[in-house]
C-alpha cells in the first residue's frame, strides 16, 4: 500500500502562483510514474503533468508553459510548481502514482483544492 499527501492548495488571484507538494510513503525511486490530475465541478479528471522514474516530463497542453512537474527523490516527493494562474486553473488537484512491483497498481492522493479567483 502506497500513501500519498498533497499540500500546497489554496486561493490565489490571477496571475499568481502555487507550489504543490506530494509526498509518498515509499521512494519514489520505485514508482514507475507519478502524476498530477485536476477535476473541476462537473467536469471529468483531467491529467495535468507526469514525471516517470527516468525523467520523462509530460504536461497537458493547456498548462505548458506556465507548470512544471519536478521530483526530489531524497524526499519522496514530488511537485508541481503552478505559475500565471488562471481562473480555469480551479480544480481539486490530485497526485497519483503508478507503481509495477510484480503487478501494476494505481494510488491517488486526497486532493487539494486550488481556488484562483480575485
Known amino acids: 500500500q502506497v500513501q500519498l499527501v498533497e499540500s500546497g492548495g489554496g486561493l490565489v488571484q490571477p496571475g499568481g502562483s502555487l507550489r504543490l507538494s506530494c509526498a509518498a510513503s515509499?521512494?519514489?525511486?520505485?514508482?514507475?510514474?507519478m502524476a498530477w490530475y485536476r477535476q473541476a465541478p462537473g467536469n471529468q479528471r483531467e491529467l495535468v503533468a507526469t514525471?516517470?522514474?527516468?525523467?520523462?516530463?509530460n504536461y497537458a497542453d493547456s498548462v505548458k508553459g506556465r507548470f512544471t512537474i519536478s521530483r526530489d527523490n531524497a524526499k519522496n516527493t514530488v511537485y508541481l510548481q503552478m505559475n500565471s494562474l488562471k481562473p480555469e486553473d480551479t480544480a481539486v488537484y490530485y497526485c497519483?502514482?503508478?507503481?509495477?512491483?510484480?503487478?501494476?497498481?494505481?494510488?491517488w492522493g486526497q486532493g487539494t483544492q486550488v481556488t484562483v479567483s480575485s
Open positions: 515509499i521512494s519514489i525511486r520505485s514508482i514507475y510514474a
Open positions: 514525471i516517470t522514474s527516468g525523467g520523462n516530463i
Open positions: 497519483f502514482a503508478d507503481v509495477r512491483v510484480l503487478i501494476r497498481t494505481n494510488y
